[in-house]
């Protein structure tokens, strides 16, 4: 039985990375969000704006336990749900958390790529866009380093980044 979940900062890759390892071990996978919004009928935005970022977490959470309880599964979470409750200790329960880490820069470039579907962003100057990363993702380091495997997504994951990824937690 596995169950693996990906953890990091918007960004970083998780759905993408969950989605080609899920298809390279025949592995199910779910995104978090996508769970969400799919259970409630409403888009992760209008969830936050109707109940506020504290009811929200707590749907998260309970999201987060219902799908734990799946087996041989991938998970990819949304970027802030390691940092809510025991959430993150809850994963290491339960499965492998891996880290997707990625640079300030390099996430500026990817989240400038869609900025406009994330309401949070999407009226912040490029410099400003950078500092709110950089001041996020330190405030959720403590909790993102806790994984059990911190692997490292500069650059868009091929085929051969998934591999790699795939011997490492054959390891674990």
């Known amino acids: 039985m596995q169950r693996i979940f990906f953890i990091g900062?918007?960004?970083?890759?998780?759905?993408?990375?969950?989605?080609?390892?899920?298809?390279?071990?025949?592995l199910s996978f779910i995104d978090l969000d996508v769970f969400?919004?799919?259970r409630y009928h409403k888009s992760i935005r209008q969830l936050f704006e109707e109940k506020g970022e504290a009811a929200f977490r707590e749907t998260e959470q309970k999201a987060l336990h219902e799908v734990a309880d799946i087996e041989n599964i991938v998970i990819s979470t949304g970027g802030g749900t390691p940092?809510?409750?025991d959430n993150m200790a809850f994963m290491n329960a339960k499965g492998t958390t891996v880290y997707l880490k990625v640079s300030v820069d390099e996430l500026v470039r990817r989240v400038e790529l869609n900025r406009n579907a994330r309401p949070i962003l999407k009226n912040l100057s490029e410099d400003e866009l950078k500092q709110f990363i950089?001041?996020?993702?330190a405030e959720r380091s403590y909790f993102y380093e806790q994984a059990k495997i911190i692997f490292e997504t500069e650059r868009t994951n091929t085929a051969d980044d998934i591999d790699s990824l795939c011997r490492q937690l054959q390891l674990h």
């Open 9 to 26: 900062y918007m960004g970083a890759g998780k759905t993408t990375t969950g989605k080609e390892f899920s298809a390279q071990t025949g």
């Open 134 to 137: 950089s001041k996020t993702l």
């Open 83 to 85: 940092c809510f409750f």
């Open 36 to 38: 969400i919004e799919n």
